[in-house]
């Protein structure tokens, strides 16, 4: 998923990789949400939130 300049995407494990959107490869941050559950879905946004569904929660990130 782009937003801004940032690239986010999700294994299936529950980490998230954010990296920027640029020419090189440049890792920003690397989050784990790590609850046991399998994460199939892809993320979305909503207003300033990222919603991470798996198959037993939905997480909403944001400020």
Do not use: Q, W
């Not at 559950?37 to 798996?54: E, K, Q, T």
């Amino acid at each position: 998923m782009l937003a801004g300049s940032r690239i986010y995407y999700l294994n299936r494990r529950g980490t998230t990789f954010v990296v920027a959107a640029s020419p090189e490869f440049r890792l920003l941050e690397k989050n784990d949400l790590g609850d046991g559950s399998r994460f199939d879905a892809s993320p979305a946004v909503y207003r300033n939130h990222i919603l991470i569904r798996s198959n037993k929660f939905l997480y909403c990130v944001g400020r």
